[in-house]
């Protein structure tokens, strides 16, 4: 079974120019998480979808942060216009979801985003 | 809300000896999960244990274990012989369970290292 695939791997960008990371789940999980990981810590929640559509978004930053998941598959979560501070690893997670397993998550090898 | 508090920003630990993550957590949740995570160097983070809050047994994982301590909100990780591949980040984290409200919240991580 494959895992979830990220890319690219990493990505330097100077700052006020628009990034795009492209994340494809396990296939049959529903559940697609995107998290924003800083040098040092822990992985951050930034959006949940549930299929297509985005059930907690509370911690994405919509001013410059979107995101999609059109055909509730694949996502792509977007800066623009990144600033220095969005430097980080993003990370994707997926989930199977429903009864008794809603608590897995499976992680990707993560976006490594620098800007200068 | 939920908080993740992991003390020990970096530990040691002699091949094949036994080394104990601490973690504690907060959460107003009845039912919720909690988990340790690995993150190697440059790799992708995958689940090591899980225990669920409803369960008293402490849940263990060929050398890993936990020892679970609800009322004092506690939640450490025990690797038994270490071995030099389980120098990685772990991570402790507490999520609730069911629901569309379900998220990981992580803790900012230990740094172990297995010296030979």
Not at chain 1, 34 to 48: F, K, S, V
């Amino acid at each position: 079974e494959a895992g979830v695939v990220q890319s690219p791997r990493y990505k330097i960008i100077e700052k006020k120019q628009p990034v795009a990371f492209w994340c494809n789940p396990i296939s049959g999980h529903n559940t697609l998480y995107w998290y924003l990981q800083n040098l040092g810590q822990g992985p951050e929640l930034l959006i949940r979808y549930e299929n297509e559509e985005a059930v907690d978004d509370s911690q994405l930053p919509k001013d410059r942060f979107s995101a999609e998941r059109l055909k509730g598959v694949d996502s792509t979560l977007k800066i623009q216009p990144a600033e220095l501070g969005d430097s980080a690893v993003y990370l994707c997670a997926s989930s199977p979801g429903g009864p008794g397993r809603s608590y897995e998550q499976y992680f990707g090898p993560g976006t490594r985003l620098t800007v200068t | 809300a939920q908080t993740v508090t992991q003390s020990q920003p970096e530990m040691s630990v002699q091949e094949a000896e036994t080394v104990t993550l601490s973690c504690t957590y907060d959460t107003s949740e009845n039912n919720y999960y909690l988990f340790w995570y690995k993150q190697p160097p440059s790799r992708q983070m995958i689940l090591v244990i899980r225990q669920e809050a409803y369960k008293q047994q402490n849940a263990t994982e060929n050398r890993f274990s936990v020892n679970f301590q609800k009322a004092a909100k506690s939640f450490s990780l025990k690797i038994s012989d270490s071995q030099l591949g389980d120098t990685a980040m772990y991570f402790c984290a507490c999520g609730n369970s069911g629901g569309s409200n379900y998220k990981l919240t992580f803790g900012k991580g230990t740094l172990l290292t297995v010296n030979p």
